[in-house]
């Protein structure tokens, strides 16, 4: 079993910059993919951005890619999503996710693969 905790969820104005940060309660942190996703109002959950194990491979969902930056630090057990140049549409509320097993970049951006959840954390962008 693991446990996520996302915090840094806030409001900010459009153009501005968001660190989210994701703590995972197990010591095998290391041993899983770990991604986030993203639920606004009425709208199906998304993908957002996805890290390997060892982070040396990531996966982002267009609409994001160039603004936000997905990174982990094993040794803390714990997965950050820097959000910059933010827009109103990225409003949301994010989650963090834990996949088990190495999977490739196209694998960590499916829904389905990720066993473990937060409780997520409000991200509204004002504009």
């Known amino acids: 079993q693991v446990q996520l905790v996302e915090s840094g969820g806030g409001l900010v104005q459009a153009g501005g910059s968001l660190r989210l940060s994701c703590a995972a309660s197990?010591?095998?942190?290391?041993?899983?993919?770990m991604g986030w996703f993203r639920q606004a109002p009425g709208k199906e959950r998304e993908f957002v951005a996805a890290?390997?194990?060892?982070?040396?491979?990531?996966n982002y969902a267009n609409s994001v890619k160039g603004r936000f930056t997905i990174s982990r630090d094993n040794a803390k057990n714990t997965v950050y999503l820097q959000m910059n140049s933010l827009k109103p549409e990225d409003t949301a509320v994010y989650y963090c996710?834990?996949?088990?097993?190495?999977?490739?970049?196209?694998?960590?951006?499916?829904?389905?693969?990720?066993?473990?959840w937060g409780q997520g954390t409000q991200v509204t962008v004002s504009s």
């Open positions: 890290t390997s194990w060892s982070g040396g491979s990531t």
């Open positions: 996710a834990a996949a088990p097993g190495r999977l490739t970049a196209q694998a960590m951006s499916i829904i389905r693969r990720y066993d473990y």
């Open positions: 197990r010591r095998t942190f290391s041993s899983y993919a």
